[in-house]
């Protein structure tokens, strides 16, 4: 008996080709989206260096301090958020498209002596209001390596089940998809970390002999590190959820 081994017939052929066509239409967007977001978030970490580095430069000239301080190490009295990212946009330090989330769509600024809005830059620092905080000890040029100076903002999200949750221009927050905040610091020895929360199992600030170590040390309330996101003590992006 003769035996026949039996090909593919060109229909055949033609509806596998067409269902591997298929398979790869559906796959490569969310490839596509996976490298998009990769892409975004490595941008992001290093713009937040970038605008370290651009806070270092800014300290060499003015006795190891960052803006916000006066080179005499006293607090100016104008250290809202706004006036020190006005103060290195002035001197060049960066650009104004900088100081943008590449997750964000906001208006740079070209122009030097404007002071910049919320519609102008993305990230938080961290707080100054409390004058004897020994945080403020690495609002200059100490390379702290566990002290966080930048970061992503909080942004006030609402979940379905109406939970109000801190979330992130790096996640989502819009009310049907918004998760907890996950996000990039940047610390202040110019390393940066894309963290899942928030609270961190560990920072600590203060240089010399003064260091002071904190566990579980929320980022965004009044007790942790408080990243203010506007003015001299606005810590959440609310206007984001309004």
Known sequence: MISRTRGFTYVELIVVLALVALGIVLVLPALGGRRCTSSRSMQNATQLRGIHSGLVLYAQDNKSYYPGYASNGKRMADYAVEYRFQLML?????????????????????????????????????????????????????????????????????????????SSVQTSYTPQTTRPWEGTVVYNDNHVERIKSHILPLTAYGWAENREGYVDDNLFDTIGASMVYRGKDSIVDQEMMQ
Do not use: H
Not at 119 to 131: F, P, T, V
Not at 134 to 139: A, F, G, L
């Open 90 to 166: 002035d001197d060049n330090y960066f650009t104004g498209e900088y100081i943008i989330s590449p997750s964000e769509t906001k208006t740079a600024l070209a122009q030097t002596g404007i002071r910049p809005t919320t519609e102008n830059y993305s990230y938080a620092m961290l707080s100054l209001s409390n004058e004897n905080s020994p945080r403020n000890d690495d609002w200059q040029d100490s390379s702290g390596s566990e002290a966080v100076v930048l970061s992503d903002r909080a942004v006030l999200g609402k979940r379905k089940d109406g939970k109000r949750v801190l």
